[in-house]
């Protein structure tokens, strides 16, 4: 454990998930269960959720469900692939004109939800009062690198950097591009590839975006059904009521190994979590330091810990 004296080092606990249904922890069992599918030949998916889904609005918490959840509403500018790369999202391209200054062009043909056009001035603004909540929540990396941002033309911004920093893009994933002066909690309106339909008691409905920039090759409706008792799920699972469960818990996957004699498959969702070395405490500029630090780490006691 670090001194205290190095108390400025970053605990960034920000989760670099997945699309729910792409990716999840979730149970799918080898049963008989048919899809859902009506006499028009639409596709519905019901997911059993463990945790409530606790805001609509974006950028607000740090939450694994309700962030999982919402992505399938809003988007960021890049996204984090299986080995970590950094894509194109809502951005096309960019261009690192020096060290401390990014040009980032837009995807010319996203809407939002309500079909208006996503355009520079409206991500720099969101991505400015993106930056103010994520200060207001204790993760000041935004605050301390990003000098300020500037529309330059209609799908293009610049990006200007108090200092050097190669995660730049990598934490512009964390930062969901949302629509400027609508009130997101009641009317929760992004890029995203389902648009929220309604909230009604447990039960959270979406539907497909027709107008969504890039293929969408999933159901037409998804509804996520929160469980407040976890074995609820299970048999409401195993009787075909739900057809994924997401982020189970470790004992009820302990319970099912137990019950179902192996027709449960488990799959683990990407889950990135950094400890941050900052630049600006001094120790920490020395190379030595920071290799000492590195090695002092027992990666392989954190992965069972963490994962159980």
Excluded at 221 to 230: D, G, L, S
Aim: net charge neutral.
């Amino acid at each position: 454990m670090l001194d205290n004296k190095y108390s400025v080092l970053y605990l960034l606990s920000l989760a670099s998930v997945i699309v729910l249904l792409l990716g999840c922890s979730h149970i799918q069992e080898n049963s008989s269960c048919a899809p859902n599918i009506d006499e028009n030949g639409k596709t519905t998916v019901t997911v059993g959720i463990f945790q409530p889904v606790i805001t609509l609005v974006p950028n607000t918490v740090f939450h694994l469900t309700t962030s999982n959840f919402l992505q399938n509403i809003f988007e960021p500018l890049v996204e984090v692939g299986r080995n970590l790369e950094t894509k194109p999202l809502l951005a096309k391209s960019w261009e690192f004109i020096d060290d401390t200054t990014i040009d980032i062009y837009l995807k010319e043909n996203v809407q939002f939800h309500n079909n208006q056009k996503l355009e520079a001035s409206e991500v720099v603004a969101s991505l400015k009062e993106s930056i103010e909540k994520f200060t207001q929540n204790g993760v000041i990396y935004f605050s301390e690198v990003v000098d300020k941002i500037e529309p330059v033309d209609k799908y293009k911004f610049r990006l200007y950097l108090t200092r050097p920093s190669p995660q730049i893009l990598y934490f512009l994933s964390f930062l969901s591009i949302t629509p400027i002066g609508i009130e997101l909690s009641s009317n929760p309106i992004g890029t995203g590839p389902y648009f929220f339909v309604k909230q009604q008691d447990n039960v959270i409905e979406l539907k497909k975006f027709p107008n969504y920039h890039s293929k969408n090759e999933g159901p037409d409706t998804i509804k996520f059904i929160y469980f407040q008792n976890r074995f609820d799920a299970i048999k409401a699972h195993d009787l075909c009521k739900v057809d994924l469960l997401v982020n189970v818990p470790a004992d009820v996957f302990h319970n099912l190994k137990i019950t179902n004699k192996g027709n449960t498959q488990k799959s683990i969702s990407y889950i990135v979590t950094f400890l941050s070395l900052s630049p600006l405490v001094e120790q920490f500029r020395n190379i030595k330091v920071r290799e000492a630090i590195d090695l002092a780490l027992d990666r392989e006691k954190l992965v069972k810990e963490l994962l159980k």
